[in-house]
């Protein structure tokens, strides 16, 4: 039996299509404390500790930390080719909203709640924010393609 894919609405922040795999924090995320490198959040204590938000896409509650080191850290891990591919974020902030239209990275809030009860880590996700919605795609039925979508 073929599992099918589930789609949910949300709100566009900033534009694009993406697809990969989604990374889960319960936390709220300082950029700042991600080492540009690799991508690892390097908070001590974090939920997401020593994990890479390098290429996936991040699904967290907000932002947090003064404006000049959110915005420096997203920017240090996105010239090193190590920032999220897309963001859905349930509290947006100016600074996060500002970072991601500037910087070109998908961003979207108000996403059905259901999502967030369905959504685990590594599951494979489809984000259009230009048409308002996240998908959630069974492993079997995507292509295995990590680009845009």
Do not use: W
Not at 56 to 73: E, H, M, R, T, W
């Amino acid at each position: 039996m073929k599992e099918e894919n589930i789609t949910f609405s949300c709100h566009k922040i900033s534009e694009g299509k993406v697809e990969g795999e989604a990374l889960i924090s319960q936390e709220d995320i300082l950029f700042y404390l991600c080492d540009p490198k690799t991508g690892r959040i390097i908070e001590k204590g974090h939920d997401l500790e020593g994990q890479s938000v390098a290429g996936k896409i991040l699904v967290f509650p907000a932002g947090k930390g003064s404006s000049s080191v959110q915005v420096d850290g997203l920017y240090q891990l996105l010239t090193r080719n190590n920032a999220p591919k897309a963001m859905i974020i349930e509290r947006p902030d100016t600074i996060l909203v500002t970072s991601a239209i500037i910087m070109e990275i998908p961003l979207v809030d108000r996403v059905e709640e259901k999502f967030y009860r369905t959504v685990k880590n590594g599951d494979y996700l489809r984000v259009d924010a230009d048409a308002g919605t996240v998908m959630i795609v069974p492993q079997r039925n995507h292509s295995g393609q990590k680009g845009n979508a």
